[in-house]
């Protein structure tokens, strides 16, 4: 199992920006891809952006432009930049771990963008 703790989230206003961060820790198997998704009130869990440890991204066509998915290798820490958020971009943000048979979710850090 990959234990992940999510951080960064907040309160900004439209137009502004946030960085979460996501540190696994425990067995990491390779390859793997992990990333982030984010669940809106009332909303399905959506995909935002991935990243692969060999360094390809996907993102989401909403999100596209605006956020970068970035990881550090060492650190087994996945980063998403996100800039001119907007109202929308409200959800809990969660960070995901795949590999192999492994599938593993963080709890999660809530993201609100209001004016």
């Known amino acids: 199992q990959v234990q992940l703790v999510e951080s960064g989230g907040g309160s900004v206003q439209p137009g502004g920006a946030l960085r979460l961060s996501c540190a696994a820790s425990?067995?990491?198997?390779?390859?793997?891809?992990m990333g982030w998704y984010r669940q809106a009130p009332g909303k399905e869990r959506e995909l935002v952006a991935t990243?692969?440890?060999?360094?390809?991204?996907d993102y989401a066509d909403s999100v596209k432009e605006r956020f970068t998915i970035s990881r550090d290798i060492a650190k087994t820490t996945v980063y998403l930049q996100m800039n001119s958020l907007k109202p929308e971009d409200t959800a809990v943000y969660f960070c995901?771990?795949?590999?192999?048979?492994?599938?593993?979710w963080g709890k999660g850090t809530l993201v609100t963008v209001s004016s």
């Open positions: 425990g067995i990491i198997l390779y390859p793997y891809t």
């Open positions: 995901n771990y795949k590999s192999q048979h492994v599938d593993n």
């Open positions: 990243i692969a440890s060999f360094g390809s991204a």
